[in-house]
């Protein structure tokens, strides 16, 4: 591929500058457009050869994921990563500190916009399926609700997910008749949590059907909700609690927060019951009529207390 790149990329366009400069040329009055056309294609043959012929690479040794590009390489302990992802300009591996993308494994433009399963969807299924062991927690084997990661391309599932707690809990808060589900802005805005590196999204399955979903990052949990047919089966409590415990893993964090509609008066009681405590701190909700909105907040139970 050197070669090819040197003597297309090169050594063609140069030996037809030279035949335009000295004259001899068999195209007539038409030099300088074939020079013009000689020395585009030479410059896609470097561009392309130095993107994907120098030989890029994606290897996984251990718990490290090294990501190689011409003059590039990135190197991720997989406990550190947070987001897999195939794209058109390569397979996206990210922590909440960096990403790279992996030149060697891209997918099609349209593939991405059909959704067609490509190689690209396979090694990231498998890499996924590596990084897994990482971040999901322990699961009693006798409890029936199983907890697995959300993958971005599953804004659908979620949203529906999402509408079938809201409708089911807050009905007297956003009547229905009169603010009609958003699920469009819904939708959009799973889309970019799924793809947000600073963000985590567990789906808990019943029987292998999801029943719920709850994404944390950044000391906060963000969204946890539970699907009307699965309320009151443990399932929140085996979201939040993973949650938490991610969360928590930090020891430098001492702290983690929510917010709950102030009129969601059973989700506030499911939180305080649990640990969580009201921090006095209020803000108007994003959709309408923007009820407001409370924060709460848990300490971190593994942080040893200082005495008095």
């Not at 035949?19 to 294609?41: E, N």
């Not at 891209?106 to 498998?126: F, N, P, V, Y």
Request: with cysteine; proline share 6%.
């Amino acid at each position: 591929m050197v070669v090819l790149m040197v003597i297309v990329g090169l050594a063609i366009p140069a030996a037809a500058a030279i035949s335009l400069v000295t004259g001899v040329t068999a195209f007539g009055g038409q030099q300088l457009p074939v020079l013009a056309i000689i020395c585009g294609l030479a410059v896609l043959v470097l561009v392309f050869g130095w993107r994907l012929g120098l030989h890029p690479r994606l290897i996984r040794s251990g718990d490290d994921v090294e990501v190689i590009n011409p003059f590039h390489r990135h190197r991720f302990d997989l406990a550190d990563v947070t987001l897999i992802r195939p794209g058109g300009d390569g397979l996206l591996i990210a922590t909440p500190q960096d990403q790279a993308e992996a030149w060697c494994i891209q997918k099609s433009t349209t593939a991405l916009r059909s959704g067609r399963q490509t190689r690209a969807d396979r090694i990231s299924d498998e890499l996924r399926s590596v990084w897994d062991r990482y971040h999901l927690p322990d699961q009693d084997p006798r409890s029936p609700v199983r907890l697995r990661f959300g993958r971005p391309g599953e804004e659908e599932l979620l949203t529906g997910l999402e509408q079938s707690a809201s409708l089911s809990r807050l009905g007297h808060i956003f009547p229905p008749e009169q603010h009609p589900y958003p699920t469009d802005q819904v939708r959009l805005r799973w889309q970019a949590v799924l793809d947000d590196r600073r963000r985590m999204t567990l789906v808990a399955e019943v029987g292998g059907e999801p029943a719920g979903y709850a994404c944390y990052g950044e000391q906060t949990i963000h969204h946890l909700g539970v699907a009307e047919q699965f309320q009151r089966q443990g399932v929140g409590t085996a979201l939040l609690s993973a949650a938490e415990d991610e969360l928590f893993a930090d020891p430098a964090t001492t702290q983690i927060g929510l917010w709950v509609l102030e009129a969601n008066h059973s989700a506030r009681t499911f939180y305080s019951e649990l640990g969580w405590t009201e921090a006095g701190e209020s803000r108007a909700a994003e959709f309408p009529p923007y009820p407001t909105e409370i924060r709460m907040t848990r300490r971190n139970p593994h942080l040893a207390r200082r005495g008095r």
